[in-house]
């Protein structure tokens, strides 16, 4: 069974501009979660979806933002970027909520 | 102030060499905690994933026991090799509260 991916693996933009992130999760698994991994801060939960509704979020603004879609697969979007936005953004997917995530290797965004 | 501390933050050993980390948590009401193992750059791969009643769970040259009573955890990693250099997480409850992490270099 294929795992967890995400696209694009690398991405660069400048401050003020908006990103799109992917998560494709594994067969079945209707539950995706987001996170920001940081040097500083370490892992941080984003939000989760599941069957095409946000269930949980964390503690980030507005500016972060995310859906689902009826495949389950899911967007992030992060809309006026700031350099501290740089990191690694993590997707997870689960059968569903509270079950073991399954990480996908990450999208490493830099704001320049 | 943290849930889950992990220690301790970096760990250097000679490959070969056994070496234990900690993971200490105050998250209540409990019901699980995983270890994962995340190479420099990719997503976290879960090691292990222990409940309330189990104390110890085994992956390999990677153990994990489980003190529920005195809230902590261990990961044990017995003759280490160089491919076991990475960062590891302990992470408690579905909700996903995470430790820093342990960085681990395996030098030759």
């Known amino acids: 069974k294929a795992g967890v991916t995400q696209t694009p693996r690398y991405l660069i933009k400048t401050r003020g501009q908006q990103v799109t992130l992917s998560c494709s999760p594994i067969?079945?698994?209707?539950?995706v979660s987001w996170y920001q991994q940081t040097p500083g801060q370490g892992l941080q939960f984003l939000f989760e979806?599941?069957?095409?509704?946000?269930?949980n979020k964390g503690n980030f603004p507005g500016r972060f933002s995310g859906r689902q879609f009826s495949n389950s697969r899911s967007e992030m979007n992060v809309s006026t970027l700031e350099l501290g936005d740089s990191a690694l953004y993590l997707c997870?997917?689960?059968?569903?909520?509270?079950?073991?995530?399954?990480f996908g290797p990450g999208t490493r965004l830099t704001v320049l | 102030k943290n849930q889950v501390e992990q220690s301790p933050q970096s760990l250097i050993i000679l490959e070969g060499k056994n070496c234990t980390l900690q993971?200490?948590?105050?998250?209540?009401?409990?019901?699980?905690l995983r270890w994962y193992k995340q190479d420099t750059g990719r997503g976290p791969v879960s090691l292990t994933i222990?409940?309330?009643?189990?104390n110890t769970k085994s992956n390999g040259r990677y153990t994990a026991t489980l003190d529920a009573d005195t809230k902590q955890s261990s990961l044990h990693i017995t003759a280490s090799q160089l491919s076991d250099s990475a960062s590891y997480i302990c992470?408690?409850?579905?909700?996903?509260?995470f430790g820093a992490g342990t960085r681990l270099t395996v030098k030759p």
């Open positions: 997870a997917s689960s059968p569903r909520t509270g079950l073991e995530q399954f």
């Open positions: 979806y599941f069957s095409e509704t946000q269930r």
């Open positions: 222990m409940t309330f009643s189990e």
């Open positions: 067969s079945g698994h209707r539950s």
């Open positions: 993971c200490n948590y105050t998250v209540s009401p409990f019901s699980n």
């Open positions: 992470v408690v409850n579905n909700d996903m509260r």
